[in-house]
């Protein structure tokens, strides 16, 4: 397997007037063997940094090494994508719609001098972890998304390459096979060992899959850790909204705490500018009608019910504080509804708050 | 305006103008079954009263080698053209989306200047043409003649495929450069399969260009059993006097054969049309 290091990527693209800059000085290192999630929003870079590592793009400065062998440095590719051993499963899977499914597999294979019945065997083994076996004559316009999804995986793994790439695999699946999607990809590669690199908008693909995680906002590699790190201490709020669903508050620094319409918010450190984001997920709100008597919930104020709305079999609750901006909402989730205009008090998790100097 | 008012002119519109394209070809025919006295005597759109064969007859038998000829001639050709044509559109494609600025706007150059080379008039290049031909001692000769016609049509075979070969999605040929396969096996085994009904177009258009090309076949052949078909219909129209019944069903005869090509694969010409705007649809 492969160790990917990059090192200070940049890439621009010639436009009318001037550069777009899509990846500015990008630096990272994927440890051979590795699940590594790129997360970012769209326009980010995510795709152009992962076709630079293919050797799809050419990074304009920089060099890029697999192992110690530099493939590519300032605008020039040393090793062209087909020596890279790479599988890469494309947002639109890219089957060969004029070939069968079996022929879609073997593809790579052919380029290999292998012998026939060496080449049916690999596709069989591949086909049979993935459980396409029975769909292997069939044209890919014949085979539903998550098959078509499952031959691309498929055609990217039975040349056993050192590294994988998947650029929103799943972003043309319906949510239900997601889930059971992810779960493979981890599986075949924990069986496989190759070294993994996923891009992708959705935070719930880099939770299930990658172990380590980037995120690029803008062209620029803004954090890099585990995910639930980067869930729980995100270093902008953009961030924060990237990896999770979080409440964003505008509020004033004051010396008793963050000052957001009527609500209070505790401080832990102190901070220089005035005006700062206050950023809780809604896992660490409560509304409730009576005083909690636990420790561990602080009360930060009144509010009142905005909209009750009702998702995966819990109640979405939007809260705006009783004075202030009816424009500052708090959203959690609960299993039991409230009324709308309801007064409640409001409850965060002791040291939930998180709070973003802008 | 209400729909039916709408469609009625639509309709309307549509009728009048295959009208004016169906009259030429509705004369042509019928006038190929008069005796020559009646085609002088009556209107040209009224049908003979009496049918004669006679004028098919005759012109067929004087036709006959010079559609051979033809056949010989247009037909690799336009295979010969519209593939080799492809391979090039291919070759600017990889070109064009190379990582080096200097290639691709070298391709861009050259492609505009071949663009530009099937816009030259056979009769400005027919001097220099002939001297070429005639110094490969190739004058009065199929391959000759196939040699210029080569000439004309490969561009044009680039330039039309070049539009096809760009709606094939650009993942598809990412993807098999990663699998390893080099630029023939992804032309001969994607671009060509994928590009087939565009294929298809391109090989029509030229089969019925070449087939109507006169001034090449006129300059390049020197001996009457190696004319093509149109120079021989064209010599019934003489210096002296013209035989009108017969010159209509020449004409005829001599357009049956790129009649029959549009009438039988027509709808793969439509279909590589459509697969231009549908995004490659047309598979």
Known sequence: MVKIIAKNISKYFKKRNGYVIALDDVSLTVESGARFGILGPSGAGKTTFMRIIAGLEVPTKGELYFDDKLVASNNKIIVPPEDRKIGMVFQTWALYPNLTAFDNIAFPLTNMKLSKEEIRKRVEEIAKILDIGHVLDHYPRELSGGQQQRVALARALVKNPSLLLLDEPFSNLDARMRDSARALVKDVQEKLGVTLIIVSHDPADIFSIADNVGVLVKGKLVQVGRPEDVYNNPVTIEVANLIGEINELEGKVTKEGVIVGNLKFPLDKSYKSERVIVGIRPEDVKFTKDLINDENWILVGKGVVKVIGYQGGMFRITVTPLEGSEDEEIVTYMDHPLKRKEEVLIYVKKGSVKIFET | ?283
């Open chain 2, 1 to 283: 305006m209400r729909p039916v008012i709408r469609a009625t002119l639509h309709y309307l519109a549509l009728v009048v103008i295959s009208a004016i394209w169906l009259i030429p070809v509705y004369a042509m025919l019928i006038n190929g079954f008069k005796s020559n006295l009646a085609v002088l005597s009556t209107p040209v759109l009224v049908p003979p009263t009496s049918f004669s064969l006679s004028a098919y007859h005759i012109v067929f038998n004087a036709l006959e080698r010079p559609l051979l000829n033809s056949l010989i001639v247009v037909i690799p050709t336009a295979l010969i053209s519209t593939f080799l044509g492809a391979m090039g559109a291919y070759f600017f494609y990889t070109l064009t989306y190379s990582f080096s600025k200097f290639l691709s706007s070298l391709s861009d150059f050259l492609f505009s200047l071949i663009t530009l080379a099937t816009f030259i008039p056979y009769q400005a290049t027919l001097i220099p043409l002939t001297r070429l031909v005639v110094s490969m001692g190739l004058l009065d000769n199929y391959l000759g003649i196939m040699f210029a016609m080569l000439i004309f049509y490969i561009p044009t075979g680039a330039l039309l495929m070049s539009m096809f070969i760009s709606v094939v999605p650009r993942s598809i040929i990412e993807a098999a450069k990663l699998d390893g396969a080099g630029d023939l096996k992804i032309f001969m085994k994607l671009i060509l399969p994928l590009s087939l009904p565009g294929f298809i177009s391109t090989l029509i258009f030229i089969i019925i260009e070449a087939w109507n090309n006169f001034f090449i076949p006129l300059v390049l052949v020197t001996t009457p059993g190696m004319r093509l078909i149109p120079v021989a219909v064209e010599s019934y129209t003489g210096g002296y006097g013209t035989i009108y019944n017969e010159t209509f069903a020449a004409a005829v005869i001599a357009s049956i054969i790129p009649l029959a090509i549009f009438i039988f694969l027509g709808r793969y010409f439509i279909r590589g049309l459509i697969a231009l705007g549908g995004g490659g649809k047309g598979v």
